[in-house]
């Protein structure tokens, strides 16, 4: 697989109260922000030249869409003067509904963006009244249909289940909105609690009821039973596709361990084994790179033991699960013979499926994975 670049935008409109994403919602920096951005390109394109040329790059958040279609404009340019990009590549800018109009999404279309993640959340106004999202299904709807219009022909749509107060049934409803729009993919994901966010303060001090561990796998298999009844691919633990076509392949490459470069404040990168991360702060990130510096949090080499765990956790949260030809050349030994202790009990449990040349968990074992994974780690080398 060739590599990828992640772009991330830090700027929302306003901020939700599950989201520990990296943002703020003042956006007077934006103009420097897009100066310091392109310095970072500029500095790694010296250091950080792949042996493939990239074919995707995905403009995170954030919101993204809050940016202009100049500025939009003025990153992918960079990028790609400055980097080789498969003219085909994969462009992905994520939306938030109420930041676009017609005119703003056909420009996006017009700059060269290909594909649209749109971060719908809920089909329903009291969850994303409770989530803290700045717009109505409505507006959700609105903006999913003007992309339409726009020309946009691969869209995802993003969605959250597990909302306190929301019941099946609910999920159930929203799931059916969200096939009527016939998407091309769907993301959905089980809402977590992060620290520092409001939902955990809510959390801490009691105000917030969250659904038990067992019914957060109900709506899980319910997602995966209505979302395949009704023709999509599920391929990844919380991702589902129309078809093969229509699968993220900026996504895959977190999941199948291939290089990516990440710009812009609190991005991540993975190259030659090195795992990098850059500062969450506007105003930090602008200031080293206006002397020349790179904008680090934190950077390590990572051991083999971590390299082939996450590859082993990444991969099998994935409904290809492992190859073991990949895998063999990869790390050099046998998957089946290194893991037969903890491979056999899975398979007797009917968690997990041995085929000739792969290893995967069965839907069974994707909706208790948290509990499986680990045990890889913990296995001797
Ligand atoms: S969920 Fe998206 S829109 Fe909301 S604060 Fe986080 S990055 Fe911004």
Redesign the pocket.
């Known amino acids: 697989m060739n590599p990828g670049i992640y772009i991330h935008v830090p700027f929302?409109?306003?901020?939700?109260a599950?989201?520990?994403?990296y943002?703020v919602t003042n956006l007077t920096s934006v103009s420097e922000y897009i100066k310091q951005l392109c310095r970072e390109i500029d500095l790694y394109s010296e250091t950080h030249q792949p042996q493939q040329a990239f074919d995707t790059i995905y403009l995170g958040?954030?919101?993204p869409s809050v940016l202009d279609s100049e500025n939009i404009s003025i990153i992918i340019n960079k990028i790609k003067e400055n980097f080789p990009v498969n003219q085909d590549s994969e462009i992905t800018l994520?939306v938030?509904p109420g930041t676009v109009d017609l005119e703003k999404l056909k420009s996006f279309k017009s700059i060269g963006i290909n594909r649209l993640s749109i971060?719908i959340?809920s089909f329903s106004d009291r969850d994303l009244k409770l989530?803290?999202?700045?717009h109505t299904v409505e507006e959700a709807e609105k903006s999913y249909q003007l992309s339409r219009q726009a020309g946009f022909e691969d869209i995802g749509i993003d969605l959250i289940y597990a909302i306190p107060k929301q019941d099946l049934k609910d999920w159930k409803m929203s799931l059916n909105k969200a096939i009527k729009l016939k998407p091309e993919h769907i993301s959905a994901y089980n809402l977590t609690i992060e620290k520092g966010t409001p939902f955990f303060r809510l959390q801490e001090s009691g105000h917030l009821e969250l659904h038990e561990e067992k019914v957060e796998e109900e709506f899980f298999n319910l997602t995966h039973d209505f979302l395949t009844n009704h023709g999509y691919y599920h391929y990844e633990i919380s991702n589902f596709a129309k078809s093969e076509k229509c699968i993220s392949k900026h996504n895959c490459k977190y999941w199948h361990h291939v290089p990516y470069l990440g710009f812009g404040p609190s991005s991540h990168s993975f190259w030659n084994n090195t795992r990098w991360a850059n500062v969450s702060s506007v105003e930090q990130y602008n200031s080293l790179l206006s002397r020349n510096q790179r904008p680090l949090d934190f950077e390590e080499i990572l051991k083999f033991e971590d390299v082939l765990f996450e590859y082993i956790f990444l991969n099998l949260r994935t409904y290809q699960g492992i190859f073991f030809e990949s895998f063999q050349n990869k790390f050099g030994f046998n998957f089946v013979n290194k893991y037969e202790k903890i491979i056999n009990p899975l398979l007797l449990e009917n968690l997990a499926i041995l085929e000739e040349q792969s290893f995967k968990l069965t839907q069974k074992g994707m909706t208790i994975s948290d509990s499986i994974l680990p045990a890889f780690s913990n296995a001797q080398l």
């Open positions: 929302c409109t306003s901020k939700c599950y989201c520990d994403f943002s958040g954030g919101t994520e938030n971060g959340q989530l803290g999202r700045i």
